[in-house]
């Protein structure tokens, strides 16, 4: 895949938010910035680096959601502030088994998705929300 200049745009994005942001987020951040680029410009890139795996694509409700990971890993959403989190979650390996036992599916991979909210003492220190 070709690195250009308008796809490069949208990866330095990307990595410097470090969170799942919409097409729309990002057209508009980046015009913030002065990086002009078009409404369809940051969608085909956007659909190209997630074709070839550079960026994850998130399907929600209300829209996709890009991230700068490409790697498996799980996601926690806020149910208050609709934050989502990456995060590296291994599962023990007696849950696997019995998973698979249960399926007779062999795992390869897997992703969790969680949803909740922060306790009270997590809100108040301001770590989620």
């Given at each position: 895949?070709?690195l250009?200049?308008q796809r490069?745009?949208v990866l330095?994005l990307l ?15 980046l015009?913030?910035?002065g990086?002009?680029i078009?409404?369809?410009s ?12 550079v960026?994850?694509?998130l399907?929600?409700?209300n829209?996709?959601?890009y ?6 890993h ?8 609709g ?9 023990p390996?007696n849950l ?13 991979s ?16 301001g770590?989620?929300?």
């Amino acid at each position: 895949m070709r690195l250009s200049r308008q796809r490069r745009m949208v990866l330095d994005l990307l990595w410097a938010e470090k969170s799942h942001l919409s097409a729309r987020d990002i057209f508009e951040k980046l015009n913030d910035q002065g990086r002009h680029i078009g409404h369809t410009s940051v969608y085909q890139n956007l659909e190209a680096l997630q074709s070839a795996g550079v960026i994850e694509c998130l399907e929600r409700a209300n829209g996709r959601l890009y991230g700068y990971r490409a790697d498996p890993h799980s996601h926690l959403t806020c149910t208050q502030s609709g934050e989502i989190l990456d995060l590296d979650v291994l599962l023990p390996a007696n849950l696997l088994q019995q998973i698979e036992a249960q399926t007779g599916f062999a795992i390869e991979s897997y992703t969790l998705h969680l949803s909740g909210h922060p306790r009270p003492a997590l809100e108040k220190s301001g770590r989620l929300g």
